[in-house]
C-alpha cells in the first residue's frame, strides 16, 4: 500500500491482506539496497493470521519515494514515522541485516513503541569493505555481485530456494539492481560503514528480542551477533546451519517458524 | 613477492558448474547425489495450517504435482541460473510453454506483434487459435526491425520470435527489437530454443521472457518431451496500465497482486499459480530428470555441435548438388555481423539448404541418407534431416510458406554430433540418389 510519510510517498507491502487497523502491526525493515520483497515468505503468513504486516521499502527503495536517507539514525526515526502515519501507536519491528542496525537504533529511540524486536543476520556495527563500498558509490555493478556472493552461504550458491522455480542469487542481483546502485547501495553502505551507535542502542532495549544468526553469515558471522545479543537483557539466540547471510530466503521456513514462535508469544495477534 | 592488492572478484558459479549443481542440495535429500526423481502427485501437510500457508503462498513448497515438483523445480532451478534468469517454470512441452506465456500475458481483446519466421506449430498457434481466445497477432519479417514498432497498437501486449527462426536462419536483431518493446511499454518475448544458454543469453541483450523446447538441445538425448519459460526480472509491469492482471488484485489468491508482492519474479509466480492450476500443462518428474541428465553435458555437446555445423557449411557450399545453404557461420549470411555478436560461442547446428533438382531431388536426398534420421524434431545429439514443405511446414498454404521464408528445394537440417567424416559420407550417398531421383524411386 501507498502512504505518505513526512509528506513523501511510501510503499509498504501488506502481505496480500487489506491494513486493518485494529490489528498489532509488525514492520519489515530490508537490507542494503534491498526492498520489501525480500520479506515475502515471512509477510504474508503474519498477514493472514492477525497481524498488520507492512514490508516497507525504505525512502528512495523499491516503490517508495523520496531520496535514500544517509544515516542508520534517520532510517531508525522514518520507520517510528511509519508507526505514526499508518495509525498506530506501537508495533513489533523485524530486521535484516542493515535493517537489524535500523530497528536496533529505532527500538532504542522509541522504547514505548516497540514491542518486540526481531534481527536477522544483525551485528552491532557492520564496517563495509573499503572496495566494496567504492564499487557501490561509484554505481559499478560489481558491487551487487560481489554482495549477492558473500550473502549467499555455500549451500544457497546452488540455489534450492523454497519457492519452486525461484533462483535466489539472481533474484537478489534484480532486486539490488532495480533502481541505481549508487543511490540505493551505495548510500545504505555509507550509512551503515558511518554507524557506530548500535552496542550502545543495543544495552537500552529492553523489550523482547531475538536474534536469528546462521552458520554460514560472511557479513555478519554468527560472533558478531552474540557479541550483540549478548548486551540485550533477555534476549534469545537461534543459529541456523548451512545457511549464509540471506536466511530469510535460504532456511526461509526454518526463519518463519522461529519467528512466529517469537511473535505469536510475546505480541499476539487479533484473534479471529 | 607481489604487494599488488588482490581485486576483489564475485565466485558465484560458472555456466560448466551450473549445469551440474544448480538448484540441488544433497543434504536437504537424503545425501543423494543425483537428483532424486519424485514420483508423487502430492505432498503431505504438516497441518492444516500448513496447508493453508501453501495453498495462500504465504510459503515455499509443494501442493500437488500440477503446480509443482521438486524434480520439476530442480531443472526449473537449474534453467533460470544457466539463462541468468530470476525463475522458470517448466512445462510439458515447448509449445506449452509458450501458450502459457501467452496466456499468462494476455486476455481476450489484446493483441502481439510476432516475427513471421518460427517454427510451423507456432505459426498455427498464433495464426489460427490463439484469435479464437480473442488474442489478434501481426506478422512481421525478423529483418523487418522497423516493422516491429510500426505493428504495434494500442492494445499490444508483448512482441514475440525466435532469435534464429526456423527453418530459414534469419536473425532477429534482438537488441533493437527489444528496445522498441521496452519504449512502448511491453516485453519481448523470445524463443531461443535453436541456441541454448550456452550459446546465447537473450536477457544481457533485451529480452524479458525466455522460452525453450528443452526437448532439443538442452537435453540432446531425444527421449523426453518439456519446455520452460524463464523470466529475467528487468521488466517493470508496474510502468504503466497494460498489464491489469499483473498489477492489481487478483481475485483467485485473495486479491494478491504478482507484481507488488513478487517484483521480479512476478511473470513466473502467475504463470504458475493461475496458469498451472487453470491449464495443467505440467511436465512429468522421470521428463524433468531425464532433461537434466542432458543438461549436465550441455556445453560439452553444444561445442560439438557448432564445430560439426560449420564444417558441414563448409561442405555443403562447395557441394555440386547444393544450390543454396544458410547458417549463420556461413560469411556471405545476411546476418552475420549480428550473428557474432549475440552467438559469439558458436552459430548453432540448424542448417538449411536448397538441393539442385528441386522437390524431387529433396524427396530422393530424405529417403536416402542412412545415417541421418527423418524426422520432425531438431536438436538431437544425432543427425537429423527433414523437407519442411512436406513435413513440418506442410499445413501451410503457398502464400504462407513464402512468407515464412520457405523454398520446395529446402532441406532442414539438424547437425549431430556424430563424427564428422560419417555424416558427410552419408550425404554423399544422399545427393547421389537426388541426383538421379527416378532411378532411385524405381529400384
Known amino acids: 500500500m501507498k502512504f505518505k510519510v513526512n509528506g513523501h510517498e511510501a510503499f509498504a507491502s501488506t502481505g496480500g491482506r487489506p491494513f486493518d487497523k485494529k490489528k498489532p502491526l509488525i514492520i519489515f525493515v530490508h537490507g542494503s539496497g534491498l526492498t520489501h520483497m525480500t520479506w515475502v515468505l515471512q509477510t504474508r503468513y503474519f498477514a493472514f493470521h492477525g497481524y498488520n504486516s507492512l514490508a516497507v521499502d525504505l525512502p528512495g527503495h523499491g516503490l517508495s519515494g523520496g531520496k535514500s536517507l544517509k544515516s542508520i539514525e534517520e532510517m531508525a526515526d522514518w520507520v517510528s514515522d511509519v508507526i505514526d502515519a499508518v495509525g498506530h501507536k506501537e508495533a513489533s519491528l523485524v530486521g535484516h541485516s542493515q535493517g537489524c542496525l535500523v530497528t536496533v537504533e529505532c527500538t532504542s529511540r522509541y522504547p514505548n513503541k516497540i514491542k518486540t524486536l526481531s534481527l536477522m543476520g544483525g551485528a552491532g556495527a557492520i564496517p563495509m569493505n573499503p572496495e566494496l563500498l567504492s564499487l557501490a558509490e561509484n554505481n559499478d555493478p560489481k558491487a551487487v555481485d560481489l554482495m549477492m556472493d558473500w550473502a549467499h552461504g555455500p549451500a544457497g550458491h546452488f540455489g534450492g530456494h523454497p519457492v519452486p522455480g525461484l533462483y535466489h542469487i539472481n533474484t537478489g542481483t534484480m532486486l539490488a539492481k532495480s533502481r541505481t546502485i549508487e543511490n540505493t547501495l551505495g548510500v545504505d553502505f555509507r550509512a551503515c560503514d558511518n554507524y557506530k551507535n548500535g552496542f550502545e542502542a543495543a544495552k537500552k532495549i529492553k523489550c523482547p528480542t531475538l536474534s536469528i544468526l546462521a552458520t554460514d553469515d560472511k557479513m555478519c558471522p554468527v560472533k558478531e551477533g552474540k557479541k550483540l545479543a549478548n548486551l540485550i537483557d533477555g534476549s534469545q539466540v537461534d543459529i541456523i546451519d548451512n545457511c549464509g547471510h540471506m536466511m530469510l530466503l535460504e532456511e526461509a521456513d526454518r526463519v518463519l517458524t522461529v519467528l512466529k514462535k517469537f511473535i505469536t508469544t510475546n505480541y499476539p495477534p487479533l484473534s479471529s | ?443
Request: net charge neutral; aromatic share 8%; charged share 20%.
Open chain 2, 1 to 443: 613477492m607481489s604487494d599488488k592488492k588482490k581485486e576483489l572478484k564475485p565466485n558465484t558459479y560458472k555456466f560448466d558448474t551450473l549445469s551440474l549443481h544448480a538448484g540441488y542440495q544433497p543434504h536437504k535429500n537424503a545425501g543423494s547425489r543425483q537428483v532424486p526423481i519424485y514420483q508423487t502427485t502430492s505432498y503431505l501437510f504438516d497441518d492444516v495450517d500448513h496447508a493453508a500457508a501453501l495453498f495462500n503462498l504465504e510459503r515455499g513448497g509443494h501442493i500437488y504435482s500440477r503446480i509443482s515438483n521438486p524434480t520439476v523445480g530442480v531443472l526449473e532451478e537449474r534453467v533460470a541460473s544457466l539463462e541468468g534468469g530470476t525463475a522458470a517454470l517448466a512445462t510439458s512441452s515447448g509449445m506449452s510453454a509458450i501458450f502459457l506465456t501467452v496466456m499468462t500475458l494476455c486476455e481476450a481483446g489484446d493483441h502481439l506483434v510476432v516475427s513471421s519466421q518460427l517454427y510451423g506449430g507456432t505459426v498455427n498457434l498464433f495464426r489460427l487459435t490463439l484469435p479464437k481466445f480473442g488474442i489478434k497477432c501481426t506478422f512481421v519479417k525478423p529483418r523487418d526491425t522497423e516493422g516491429f514498432k510500426k505493428a504495434i497498437q494500442k492494445n499490444t501486449k508483448g512482441i514475440f520470435g525466435e532469435l534464429v527462426g526456423n527453418p530459414g536462419n534469419e536473425i532477429m536483431n534482438m537488441p533493437e527489437i527489444a528496445k522498441i518493446a521496452h519504449d512502448a511499454g511491453i516485453p519481448l518475448m523470445v524463443d531461443a530454443t535453436y541456441q541454448t544458454p550456452y550459446l546465447c543469453k537473450p536477457f544481457e541483450h533485451g529480452a524479458d521472457i525466455v522460452i525453450h523446447s528443452l526437448t532439443k538441445w538442452m537435453a540432446g538425448h531425444g527421449s523426453s518431451m518439456a519446455g520452460i519459460l524463464v523470466e529475467g526480472g528487468k521488466f517493470d509491469w508496474m510502468q504503466n496500465d497494460k498489464f491489469p492482471t499483473m498489477t492489481k488484485p487478483y481475485e483467485g489468491y485473495h486479491g494478491l497482486s504478482f507484481a507488488e508482492e513478487f517484483g521480479p519474479t512476478a511473470f513466473t509466480m502467475k504463470a504458475r499459480a493461475e496458469g498451472m492450476r487453470d491449464f495443467g500443462p505440467c511436465l512429468s518428474p522421470q521428463n524433468a530428470w531425464n532433461v537434466l541428465q542432458g543438461i549436465e553435458t550441455l556445453s560439452v555437446r553444444m561445442k560439438k555441435h557448432c564445430s560439426n555445423a560449420e564444417e558441414m557449411v563448409k561442405y555443403l557450399s562447395n557441394h555440386e548438388s547444393v544450390a543454396w545453404v544458410s547458417h549463420p557461420s556461413a560469411p556471405n549470411h545476411p546476418d552475420a555481423e549480428l550473428a557474432n555478436k549475440l552467438l559469439p560461442n558458436g552459430k548453432g547446428s540448424m542448417i538449411a539448404f536448397g538441393i539442385k533438382g528441386g522437390k524431387d531431388a529433396g524427396v530422393a536426398f530424405i529417403n536416402n541418407v542412412k545415417l541421418a534420421s527423418h524426422l520432425a524434431n531438431v536438436g538431437d545429439t544425432r543427425t537429423l534431416v527433414i523437407h519442411p514443405a512436406s513435413g513440418t511446414h506442410s499445413q501451410m498454404d503457398e502464400a504462407t510458406l513464402k512468407f515464412a521464408g520457405l523454398s520446395h528445394d529446402m532441406i532442414r537440417l539438424s547437425v549431430g554430433i556424430e563424427d564428422i567424416d560419417d555424416i558427410k559420407n552419408d550425404f554423399e550417398i544422399g545427393f547421389r540418389a537426388a541426383r538421379k531421383p527416378r532411378l532411385v524411386s524405381n529400384q
